[in-house]
């Protein structure tokens, strides 16, 4: 029943529950029933605890198969959550040798670096910082970014993003503006994740280096079901 309430939103993210003492009453089981189930909850992902204070509502996570290409926006529409972003900056950056390599330019060579916030819900969820050859993709300087790059890419230069190579998990700790934009404190656990897009010709489309909140965020190796 309370996993339902919570599914149904009828309790919200960050709604701070009812007491075992009250959900014991209002659903007439024992106290250690209610306890059973919200600790089942609680390690589920559903809710949290703050000593003194409650029990609350966990924000929902964001579920996205890592083998497929699939945008933010996708993602949270997949699950049900409404996609926002927040622009940080955009500027004309030199690559490092190794980013210059990938992209098969010379060292030294420059890109459009797109930094932006990712928001599920108006939660923050990711933060997501994208190159982009500059010779190609320059005009992206100019664009509102406010909405998926994926469909800005093919409305303006009709490129296509097919499918991503060399993508890979790691693991990063918060820090500086990443952690406050995200809202969460210094060595708060990050997925770190890599990716590089290409077009349907092989051509390399951006470098992807996204900062996801761990407990905001799944990835599924297989169909999730």
Known sequence: ILLEKI?????????KMPTERELSIRYNVSRVTVRDTLN???????????QGKGTF?????VARKIKYLLGFS???EANGMVPSRKVIKREIVELSDEDAKTM???AGSHAVSIERINLADGVPIMYEINLFP???????????????????????????VSYSNNSYLDLARASG???????????EPLFFLYSEGYDSNNELVYIGKDYVLADQYR???DDPK
Do not use: M
Not at 7 to 15: G, H, I, P, S, T
Not at 137 to 159: I, M, N, Q, Y
């Open 40 to 50: 089942r909850l609680a390690q589920a992902g559903y809710i949290y605890r703050i």
């Open 104 to 106: 098969g330019l010379e």
């Open 7 to 15: 599914l149904a939103n009828e309790w919200k993210a960050n709604d």
């Open 177 to 187: 503006r990443i952690a406050k934009e995200l809202r969460v404190p210094n060595r």
């Open 74 to 76: 996708k993602s949270c």
């Open 134 to 160: 500059y010779q190609k993709f320059a005009f992206l300087l100019e664009e509102p970014l406010d909405g998926s790059l994926f469909e800005l890419l093919e409305k303006k230069c009709h490129t296509i």
């Open 219 to 221: 990835f599924y190796l």
């Open 57 to 61: 509502v966990k924000h929902a996570k």
